[in-house]
């Protein structure tokens, strides 16, 4: 099995992959359309990218081209917790605290690390790279440039980068979902022990007919007097001008409920436009390791 | 008066600040946090950050700064078209199509001219850059490289580069959302007679007591038999942990609006938190020129 996923190696994307389809050939990609394109044309057989609070990719993208290029089936969920550590060359092991002065990595990832910086690092030059992972190799092939980037353990790992400081970002609960996309399952779910298995959601786009004030609460009627549990809301503009929004809305459900398509009939029924995005197991990974050596 | 905004020069907030404050002496800040922060600490008046669908911030970022950390009200809306560019150094003007091999810009830019590349430049290198207006300017300093960036009218015009290519970006009804945060309104509405007025709206943020299923339709109610128009409606993580969801709602409404209060005290006595974000003016930014020359 190939498996593509939202590049480069070390990136959050990447730690993801690997824990979701432990025994693939993976493939990188530079763009996220890129990501789930080459599932399309056959050059891989599932496509791995990030779908909410993310930091290299974006939701917006992913579900843009999903629900206006693309509609690749979501086959399975990863959530995984995004750490950020302050890596340096191994030369700098001793001394970063005195040499440091610029600090490198994605926007988001600064910005994530705002407090920390703010704090330990007032002096630092900030510098932004493409990814994270992009700014660790950057630290890795210039140890005399005294630059410390901001990424995770996998970085780490993949340049030989030393941990100067471990787990900086600002909330300590913070966390990515990725989702895999695909036409078959790929990978049986007895395979994936290492991971912990969340429940099932199904994911649904629904259009309004006019944008009316009661519109939203009719389609929410038909999920609530049946209990089903909605896990994300959320609007979003349908690119056909300002102003025509679409919903996107999680439903976390057993794989064998018979309750929601009832639901989708009824939402059918008053004028709405529903597509079904996937119905797929969830996973959470949990770290082992307290913080990378 | 002093506003800050998400830099640098040439970015797609530049163009939202110069807009909304054309009389104001501007600061660019390298982060949405550290705009924000000025503000609080009395470097500036009003802050100018991405809200929504944009390209160097990220929605993130700025709502949950503004619920996590700073409670700064928003006090204006500016919409604007987002047009992408390829921009050339003018030594490339009859040459770029034999000569340029690479194409440079921030991810999200990139992702947003996918289609554009594929068919029109599918050979090309692509490099990441941490902002449109960083590529820009590259491009400008590095005439020997022959690299196009991707970016807007107002990069091509600040760093003299030649418009290759214009309206690159796949979708043409692409629009980001721009906020003023501060304590005060500074300007006068009046000021703004360049801009289209688009109403008035008041962002709330609601937590639930409880994870149940209907709690969300409950306070949907509220506001559906007031007949209040919701424009936008969101579920984010509350950073306390997996599950458990916040909703930054947007209601479009007259200022002087009776209803809302009313609405907001019911949502209250179901046991639900409600924060107002701000109640504001919204505009939007009609371009007049067809392209940049």
Avoid at 124 to 141: D, H, I, L
Wanted: glycine residues 6%.
């Amino acid at each position: 099995m190939k498996v593509g996923y939202l590049g480069p190696a070390g990136s959050f994307t990447h730690t993801a992959v690997r824990a979701l389809y432990p025994d693939a050939v993976l493939k990188d990609y530079k763009s996220i359309p890129d990501t789930i394109d080459a599932v399309k044309n056959e050059e891989t057989d599932a496509a791995l990218v990030p779908l909410e609070n993310t930091i290299e990719g974006s939701v917006n993208l992913t579900l843009d081209y999903l629900i206006h290029h693309e509609r690749l089936p979501i086959i399975k969920e990863l959530t995984i917790p995004i750490r950020q550590h302050l890596l340096v060359h191994p030369l700098l092991k001793d001394s970063w605290q005195d040499k440091v002065k610029v600090i490198f990595s994605h926007p988001h990832a600064i910005s994530q690390c705002h407090l920390f910086i703010r704090e330990h690092m007032p002096h630092a030059r900030v510098e932004y790279a493409g990814s994270t992972a992009a700014a660790a190799e950057y630290a890795s092939s210039h140890p005399d440039e005294a630059v410390a980037a901001i990424a995770n353990a996998g970085a780490a790992e993949l340049y030989g980068l030393h941990t100067a400081s471990n787990d900086i970002n600002d909330y300590v609960n913070n966390h990515t979902r990725f989702v895999a996309l695909g036409k078959n399952q790929g990978t049986t779910l007895a395979e994936l022990k290492e991971l912990k298995g969340t429940g099932s959601k199904t994911t649904v786009v629904i259009t309004l007919p006019e944008d009316h004030s009661g519109a939203l609460h009719q389609v929410l009627s038909a999920f609530a007097w049946r209990r089903l549990n909605l896990t994300k809301i959320e609007s979003r503009p349908m690119k056909t001008g300002l102003g025509n929004y679409l919903f996107i809305i999680d439903i976390s459900r057993e794989m064998d409920d018979v309750l929601l398509p009832g639901a989708i009939k009824e939402i059918e029924a008053l004028g709405c436009g529903v597509s079904i995005l996937g119905s797929y197991p969830c996973f959470l990974l949990e770290e082992k390791k307290p913080f990378p050596e």
